[in-house]
T-cell receptor, first 112, second 114 residues
Framework: SQQGEEDPQALSIQEGENATMNCSYK?????LQWYRQNSGRGLVHLIL?????REKHSGRLRVTLDTSKKSSSLLITASRAADTASYFCATDRRGSQGNLIFGKGTKLSVKP | DTEVTQTPKHLVMGMTNKKSLKCEQH?????MYWYKQKAKKPPELMFV???????INESVPSRFSPECPNSSLLNLHLHALQPEDSALYLCASSHAGTFHTEAFFGQGTRLTVV
């Protein structure tokens, strides 16, 4: 079963622009994570935000979490062509350790 | 070493074949996972091993049989699969016993059942 729902499903931008992706989820969580996947291969962890945190930064990434709205956003600033990939949010099931449920994902295309 | 290694990278098998997917990590992680991903869909959890014991089976058909021989290895034995089982199979590992841990994924095995 899927927990998170991302929007938009697809996003196309020019290099240098910012990309914002949103994720909504349904149940209580311990944390929310964002992963990146290139061309249907392995997923790479980007950032983890705990349920008691509201915002987190890592390089060009900024993640926010609103537990009252059960939603999160991922902002990639100054995008590059190499950022082209699918991005998934993932939540764990509260009371269940390290057991990730992935959202449907946003396919980001950054044009040079 | 922060790698999860999966073999083979590609596998084509007939519906009567028996094959195995292998996964290895040397990060000292005691939780390991199998996910299945169909094209243009998110990964879906199949199995979770915690401290080498099966802790979660997401109602996966018995034609998929996981095995965790030791803390570094995870296998997925396949038997009598159907064409709809064709997918990317991803292995992942993480620290066990904590909620706030990232998962490390292998590059996957792309399985085609003919």
């Amino acid at each position: 079963s899927q927990q998170g729902e991302e929007d938009p499903q697809a996003l196309s931008i020019q290099e240098g622009e910012n990309a914002t992706m949103n994720c909504s989820y349904k149940t209580s969580i311990n944390n929310l994570q964002w992963y990146r996947q290139n061309s249907g291969r392995g997923l790479v962890h980007l950032i983890l935000i705990r349920s008691n945190e509201r915002e987190k930064h890592s390089g060009r990434l900024r993640v926010t979490l609103d537990t009252s709205k059960k939603s999160s956003s991922l902002l990639i600033t100054a995008s590059r062509a190499a950022d082209t990939a699918s991005y998934f949010c993932a939540t764990d099931r509260r009371g269940s350790q390290g057991n990730l449920i992935f959202g449907k994902g946003t396919k980001l295309s950054v044009k040079p | 070493d922060t790698e999860v290694t999966q073999t083979p990278k590609h596998l084509v098998m007939g519906m009567t074949n028996k094959k195995s997917l292998k996964c290895e990590q040397h990060m000292g992680h005691r939780a390991m996972y199998w996910y299945k991903q169909k094209a243009k869909k998110p990964p879906e959890l199949m199995f979770v091993y915690s401290y080498e014991k099966l802790s979660i089976n997401e109602s996966v058909p018995s034609r998929f049989s996981p095995e965790c021989p030791n803390s570094s290895l995870l296998n997925l034995h396949l038997h009598a699969l159907q064409p709809e089982d064709s997918a990317l199979y991803l292995c992942a590992s993480s620290h066990a016993g904590t909620f706030h841990t990232e998962a490390f994924f292998g590059q996957g095995t792309r399985l085609t059942v003919v």
